[in-house]
């Protein structure tokens, strides 16, 4: 996964952890008021050792839709395998 200057590389179950976090900083921050939308106030784990991320709320919801698409674009090429097995 490429984010900004930084590349991660991630399997399926860190991918999954790394979503999870991602869509509980968005539902903890969505009812926050946008007063600190451009500061970089949201503290993000990930699976990686020795990785977080800082982020905006642009930049977490920016984050959140780029792990939709991946997702989505890894559960076609999923599908995709399965017909070609046939």
């Known amino acids: 996964m490429g984010y900004g200057n930084v590349l991660i590389t991630l399997n399926a179950t860190d991918f999954v952890s790394l979503r999870n976090c991602v869509d509980n900083a968005i539902a903890y921050h969505q009812y926050n008021d946008d007063l600190y939308i451009d ?6 784990p990930t699976p990686c050792d020795g ?36």
């Open 39 to 44: 500061s970089k106030s949201i503290f993000i």
């Open 51 to 86: 990785l977080k991320l800082l982020l905006t709320q642009k930049e977490l919801k920016a984050l959140s839709n780029m792990l939709d698409m991946a997702d989505t674009e890894y559960k076609s090429q999923q599908l995709m395998d399965m017909f070609n097995k046939v």
